[in-house]
């Protein structure tokens, strides 16, 4: 009696199922992950972090003696001299009437021991009353909430644009900040048009 298709078949089967396994399981050790994939972290640059000393994301906090709320934060500090140097940094002064100034910057220094701040870069602040800036640096002065700016600034104010060579913020007598625009002040002047119901 012959051996019927189905016979041959599941003979077949039982030969070329387990060499097509043994062909798949061979290609995954063939083409598993080479030693040089680009997500592994060369030893060399691992002992470089591992040496550096800096932190991530810290912040700082305190209050001035006219009692404004500074809060300081990066998103990495690492030692330098006598204070730190800082990517990401942003000082937020708060008035106690509740105004905001918020200094941003892609880099800059910080001395927690002085008391001081030095946004570098692009520079921007902006205030709770309105006022977006860009400069190319700024200086804080942690203990007084006193900004200077170190260069010409421009500026988008509530009622148009400005443009100086220097900006000043202090706290003053009654709470608030202050804004002095020095050196060159240009203004052009953009009224609001009062929205119709």
């Given at each position: ?161 400005v443009t100086a ?33």
């Amino acid at each position: 009696m012959a051996p019927s298709v189905y016979s041959r078949f599941v003979r077949w089967a039982q030969i070329l199922l387990p060499l097509a396994a043994l062909a798949l399981l061979a290609t995954l050790f063939l083409f598993a992950r080479a030693p040089g994939d680009p997500t592994e972290i060369p030893y060399a640059e691992v002992e470089a972090i591992a040496r550096s000393e800096r932190l991530s994301k810290p912040s700082f906090s305190g209050v001035t003696a006219g009692g404004d709320t500074v809060t300081a934060s990066a998103r990495e500090v690492r030692p330098e001299g006598e204070g730190a140097r800082a990517d990401g940094l942003s000082v937020r002064i708060e008035t106690p009437t509740g105004a905001t100034v918020d200094l941003s910057a892609g880099q800059g220094q910080f001395d927690a021991a002085a008391g001081s701040a030095r946004l570098e870069g692009l520079a921007r602040v902006e205030s709770s009353t309105g006022y977006q800036m860009e400069t190319g640096a700024l200086s804080a002065d942690l203990k007084t909430g006193r900004v200077v700016s170190d260069g010409d600034l421009e500026v988008r104010a509530p009622y148009g644009r400005v443009t100086a060579g220097q900006l000043v913020i202090e706290p003053s007598d009654d709470g608030a900040q202050t804004l002095v625009f020095r050196n060159g002040v240009h203004l052009l002047y953009q009224p609001q048009t009062p929205v119709e119901d």
